[in-house]
């Protein structure tokens, strides 16, 4: 019995006459496909940010009677960033021409957490002529950095103080 | 595969179109929008002219309760509320329209028991709006908050 792939006396090679696919219906099948892959596909990828409200501007005012902690509080405005605990600046990274030094900002978090072994959550304090995007950049360094929990809060004049 | 020639396709009397570079570009668009599929599709809607703010948050959006910032006013469930000229104007934190606005919704929420708020604002929306929107929300009695972002890469 001889095998139908040898039936040819000439080798593949020297076979001119090559019978083409018919792809008409494998194009048929993406025409149809790729419609309904374009009306399902998502292009743009969207996340969430949690975040909490300081706890005297919550729904119930703190009914706790114990001392309140301080905080580790990175202070966001378009003079400088500031890192704060309590009353006390550790840190201030001053904004040249409205470049924010985020890079520093990160290294700087970094290096109190593990200083201080601070492991609470890390309130944010932003100036009121910050725009969004800023607070959310330092957001991302802020849990970049290891800080799971994170508040939100308005920055007052002086630095530390929070309102 | 065999280029035929005018005359030889004359005397054949047939057409047939090279159809294997169109293959190719189908079959690298297929791949890249089986990549980019999602069975639930988008779970928020984001309302026209708003530029969401840049993150490389990981955590996906839940289906809570959302309220949209835009540059000219806040709205929820596509209902104008209050526009941001107003919340310029006064001096306390308190929105009241967003307010009592709230308020409502909390109790309809309370009762499925899901009082988390999605804030989507555009990027370049200041603090102070969002401030005082945060806190009409939580005397309202909404306490978990999360901000919408648009997913950036490392």
Redesign the interface.
């Known amino acids: 019995m001889r095998l139908s792939l040898f039936k040819n006396k000439y080798p593949p090679s020297e076979i001119t006459d090559i019978p083409e696919l018919d792809v008409t219906p494998v194009m048929n099948m993406f025409i149809i496909l790729i419609p309904f892959l374009v009306s399902m596909a998502i292009f743009t990828q969207l996340s969430i940010i949690d975040f909490s409200l300081p706890p005297n501007v919550g729904p119930s005012m703190n009914s706790s009677k114990t001392k309140p902690v301080p905080k580790l509080t990175v202070r966001v405005g378009d003079d400088y960033l500031g890192i704060v605990i309590g009353d006390q600046l550790l840190d201030s990274l001053p904004v040249a021409n409205n470049i924010y030094p985020f890079n520093k900002l990160s290294k700087r978090l970094l290096f109190h957490k593990q200083d201080l072994n601070y492991n609470e959550e890390l309130i944010i304090a932003s100036k009121d002529n910050i725009p969004i995007k800023t607070v959310v950049r330092t957001m991302d360094l802020s849990r970049e950095a290891g800080f799971e929990k994170i508040g939100l809060s308005s920055a007052a004049d002086e630095a530390g103080d929070v309102e | 595969m065999?280029f035929l020639k005018l005359d030889e396709i004359k005397e054949q009397g047939i057409f047939?179109p090279q159809?294997?570079s169109?293959?190719d570009v189908?079959t690298i668009?297929?791949v890249f929008?089986?990549k980019?599929?999602?069975?639930e599709?988008?779970?928020?809607s984001l309302p026209e002219n708003m530029e969401?703010?840049?993150?490389?948050?990981?955590?996906?959006?839940?289906q809570v309760y959302t309220l949209d910032i835009t540059q000219e006013a806040v709205l929820a469930e596509d209902t104008r509320i209050v526009s941001l000229e107003q919340i310029g104007e006064g001096d306390s934190l308190l929105i009241e329209p967003l307010y009592e606005w709230m308020k409502r919704e909390h109790v309809k929420l309370d009762s499925a028991g899901n009082t988390e708020l999605?804030i989507q604002?555009?990027?370049?929306?200041?603090?102070?709006y969002?401030?005082k929107v945060?806190?009409s929300c939580?005397?309202?009695?909404?306490?978990?908050?999360?901000?919408?972002?648009?997913?950036e890469e490392n």
Request: proline residues 7%; aromatic residues 8%.
């Open positions: 065999s047939r159809l294997t169109l293959i189908m668009l297929l929008l089986i980019s599929f999602s069975v599709g988008n779970l928020v969401l703010p840049l993150s490389t948050s990981p955590k996906p959006p839940r999605l604002c555009d990027r370049d929306i200041m603090f102070s969002i401030k945060m806190y939580s005397k309202a009695g909404f306490s978990d908050f999360c901000v919408l972002v648009i997913r």
